[in-house]
């Protein structure tokens, strides 16, 4: 879907406090010099709207998250979303006392932007299937991206997968264990999965295509 595009949201994107404008210059040091804490690092890739990684941050104010979006306008969306929650909630609107932040850019240059084993838990949410063959090193499941994962992550850090596209699942179901990756967590209906479903977060996809009576699947992995 074509997103249109929100005049000003280039310029507020580039001003924002909440958006790392020249990330490659905390790779190894996010932590100390971004976030001023020890605290585990959280990185939503392909975050959308945002919902997820805004209320994770709300609800789990000891841990820092990093949400990755390519798109200017969804994500200056997301940015004032998260202001607007901010206030409403009382709490400090300047980014230092913040444990959330976004980068605009191309996930592909996750390496170039953190260091080996910097990241905690990588969370990919109802990512693009990109059902042509074509273009399977686009998803973000696709051999390309895990290699990128299994740089950043630390040795015991896991990605998490949701999506509603069957598709996509089945085949990042394949693609995992080719990889070196072990899926230690399955299910094909989220939301009748007590134990897999138990504090999950809906993305706004999520409820749309769950509203709609959609089955949503789910994978967790580790490395092999």
């Not at 000891?62 to 909630?89: A, C, H, P, Q, W």
């Not at 990042?172 to 209906?189: F, G, R």
Request: proline letters at 3%.
């Amino acid at each position: 879907m074509r997103i249109r595009h929100i005049k000003g949201s280039d310029e507020a994107v580039a001003a924002s406090q909440y958006v790392i404008q020249e990330p490659e210059k905390f790779r190894g040091n996010w932590k100390k010099e971004v976030f001023g804490n020890d605290a585990e690092l959280f990185l939503e890739v392909g975050m959308g709207m945002g919902t997820f990684i805004r209320e994770n941050s709300f609800l789990h104010p000891d841990k820092d998250y990093i949400g990755f979006e390519l798109n200017t306008t969804v994500l200056y969306k997301s940015m004032k979303r998260y202001e607007k929650e901010l206030t409403e909630r009382g709490m400090s609107l300047d980014a230092k006392d913040c444990n959330l932040r976004f980068i605009r850019n191309d996930a592909r240059l996750l390496c170039d932007y953190f260091a080996d084993g910097e990241v905690d838990r990588i969370y990919l949410n109802f990512s693009d299937p990109w059902p042509k063959d074509k273009n399977e090193n686009k998803r973000l499941t696709s051999p390309q991206f895990l290699k990128l994962y299994d740089r950043i992550l630390k040795k015991d850090g896991v990605i998490e997968f949701k999506t509603d596209n069957r598709g996509l699942f089945d085949y990042s179901v394949e693609t995992l264990p080719a990889n070196n990756w072990a899926i230690k967590a399955i299910t094909y209906d989220l939301h009748n999965d007590a134990v897999m479903n138990e504090g999950n977060i809906m993305t706004e996809y999520e409820a749309k295509f769950s509203a709609k009576g959609n089955p949503i699947f789910k994978l967790i992995a580790e490395r092999a």
